[in-house]
């Protein structure tokens, strides 16, 4: 039996994509037997405080946002065999446990079995994250903002339980990955559900190879490539009689909805700068459900949205990170949900690569259209964040 604390020493020494168990870590706490047991454990904390002003011009103080915005432990590895991984992902605040929109507390987040058939092909059964939109696949912990876009929040697909595969292999134009999934369309801890299911299709092409330490899975460009690397995403979301508002997250549904979501982005990184898109478009025959009287509405965001993003990594630690932001609802629930855009500004101090930092963010928010301060609706926020973890 050995047991290993290691400390990591390089920026691009692990990334965490949440796609497959990490077996070969350059920090945490490592426990193995032989060749028949190995457990890597890990936690990671983000504490922030933060505040919203009342209004664009009226700068006083609405909200203030103090807490522990994610406590997570990892643990992943094998059992017999370097082939048979598992990943276990464990969540503690409040966020993290979808207590702002439900009464039970969702402490797994990721439970997942892989099967690993050769480094270019293996499959899962469990729940973990789905191939959705590359933000969403980041793991939270290599953002370079304190949370991820509008975009991400209102229309991801998130997290699902069911079988993964995921293969990948190179060819004369360049490094595919073809990723899919057919899940239950409920999301986290769901209990049994009505007969629909959930399909999803991601395809990815690296034509200049491939990032740096899987830096196509990390945000901003902190291992400085010395060549430009690209990677072109999209991929598709069926979710057949989804019964919560965002398919796999939000409050329960009336009525059971077809949603389709479809997703392109792009990453390209090349001597500290990084620049990164993504769009999510989502649609539904029917968005609006009612309760038995009529009294009460949930409806299915439908709509579109894209998010941008512009950094300069500096070899001392030092990072400028921008945002841009634009949702635009479809015209039936106008009344309902506003055209709303995001302007973020962000400073980034790295120890540790993404392990150890500080960030420091401020943003403007403006509704229909309208970006002067004097618009009804608009803020400001600011926010200090610092990330701690092995």
């Known amino acids: 039996m050995s047991f290993l604390l290691l400390n990591n020493t390089e920026l691009h020494a692990q990334v965490e994509s949440d796609e497959s168990a990490l077996l070969e870590v350059q920090d945490g706490i490592s426990i193995s037997k032989d060749s028949l047991f190995l457990l890597n454990l890990r936690f990671r904390m983000q504490n922030r405080f933060g505040v919203q002003t009342f209004g664009g011009d009226d700068l006083g103080i609405d909200v203030i946002d103090a807490r522990v915005r994610r406590l997570r432990l990892r643990l992943d590895g094998y059992v017999m065999n370097e082939r048979l991984q598992y990943y276990i992902q464990l969540s503690f605040s409040r966020a993290d446990q979808e207590l702002d929109q439900s009464l039970v507390a969702q402490t797994v987040r990721d439970a997942i079995l892989y099967y690993r058939f050769s480094p270019k092909f293996y499959v899962g059964m469990g729940q973990a994250k789905l191939p959705g939109n590359r933000q969403r696949v980041v793991s939270s912990g290599n953002l370079q903002f304190a949370d991820r876009s509008l975009v991400n929040n209102e229309l991801t697909i998130d997290r699902d339980f069911g079988f993964f595969a995921y293969w990948s292999n190179y060819t004369s134009l360049g490094k595919i990955k073809v990723k899919t999934a057919l899940t239950t369309g409920e999301g986290r801890g769901s209990l049994p559900g009505n007969n629909g299911l959930a399909y999803t299709a991601r395809f990815e092409w ?101 998010n941008n993003q512009l950094s300069y990594y500096w070899p001392n630690g030092h990072e400028l990170a921008l945002r841009y932001t634009y949702m635009q609802p479809s015209a039936e629930i106008a009344g309902f949900r506003r055209q709303t855009e995001e302007l973020w500004m962000g400073w980034n101090r790295y120890l540790s690569g993404h392990r150890i930092k500080a960030q420091v963010f401020v943003r403007y928010r403006w509704l229909d259209g309208q970006m002067q301060t004097s618009h009804i609706g608009n803020h400001w926020a600011t926010m200090l964040q610092v990330e701690f973890g092995i």
């Open 206 to 306: 690296l034509p200049l190879g491939e990032f740096l330490g899987g830096g196509d899975y990390s945000e901003g460009d902190l291992v400085r490539e010395s060549k430009p690397k690209l990677s072109l995403g999209a991929g598709i979301n069926q979710n057949y009689r989804a019964q919560r508002v965002g398919g796999q997250l939000g409050l329960d549904l009336y009525e059971a909805r077809d949603i389709t979501t479809l997703m392109a982005d792009a990453v390209l990184k090349y001597r500290g700068w990084a620049l990164s898109s993504e769009w999510i478009g989502r649609n539904v025959d029917n968005p609006f459900t009612y309760n038995t009287d009529s009294s009460s509405i949930r409806l299915v965001y439908k709509g579109s949205g894209i």
